[in-house]
């Protein structure tokens, strides 16, 4: 909440260390302006399937909307677009007619995007509802985390590397991948919270 030139330059050597690559996008003002906005804590959607009904898919935040600090909404509903459009053109030379080539493809999509869909929806909750456990791992792994890291690709680093970081310029992950490396890494602490499976019934209703 202080835009003071220490939180300002600690702000931007932040950035120019886990996304390097979008630093040049904000201005000063950009940044001195971070500090004084209000904060919104948003929501997480989990949901147990995409394709309903035989005529309706969820796709963007209908599917997975996320704590905006996650910083993935965009993105992942642009995602959800392409691979919709990867399943419809895998269908189109189906012998089928079209009602049953569209329901092949949105079927396809589903078995395609769900589990991305999910771990995205884990994710946001994770940062949206931090636990007890959660606090407690992240003490344990600034101290000892060298020795207690299971993911080759995420080492010490936060689980951000693979969203933002610098290593996202050589390759990028999974959102599934992503979490999966996650609870490599947090495999010798219990691994990551996860929702709770009642709280994702009712989500999911």
């Given at each position: 909440t202080n835009p003071s030139p220490d939180n300002v330059q600690a702000l931007r050597s932040y950035i120019q260390t886990?996304?390097?690559?979008?630093?040049?996008?904000?201005?000063?003002q950009d940044l001195q302006d971070f500090f004084t906005r209000p904060t919104f804590t948003g929501s997480a959607v989990w949901v147990s399937k995409l394709y309903l009904q035989d005529w309706v898919v969820l796709l963007g935040d209908a599917a997975h909307a996320v704590y905006p600090a996650t910083g993935e909404g965009i993105n992942a509903s642009v995602?959800?677009?392409?691979?919709?459009?990867?399943?419809?053109?895998?269908?189109?030379?189906?012998?089928?007619?079209?009602?049953?080539?569209?329901?092949?493809?949105?079927a396809r999509f589903e078995d395609m995007r769900l589990e991305d869909s999910q771990a995205l929806s884990e994710y946001a909750y994770l940062l949206l509802r931090p636990t007890f456990k959660n606090k407690l791992q992240k003490i344990a792994f600034k101290l000892f985390g060298r020795w207690l890291t299971g993911s080759e690709k995420l080492?010490?680093?936060?689980?951000?590397?693979?969203?933002?970081?610098?290593?996202?310029?050589?390759?990028?992950?999974?959102?599934?991948?992503?979490?999966?490396?996650?609870?490599?890494?947090?495999?010798?602490?219990?691994?990551?919270?996860?929702?709770?499976?009642?709280?994702a019934e009712e989500e999911d209703d």
């Open positions: 886990r996304a390097p690559s979008v630093l040049e996008l904000f201005t000063d995602e959800d677009a392409s691979v919709l459009q990867s399943a419809l053109l895998m269908s189109s030379d189906s012998d089928s007619d079209t009602q049953e080539r569209l329901q092949q493809a949105l080492g010490t680093n936060p689980v951000q590397e693979l969203f933002f970081g610098p290593s996202t310029e050589k390759e990028v992950c999974s959102y599934a991948t992503i979490m999966e490396e996650y609870d490599k890494q947090l495999s010798s602490l219990g691994g990551r919270p996860r929702i709770p499976p009642l709280l």
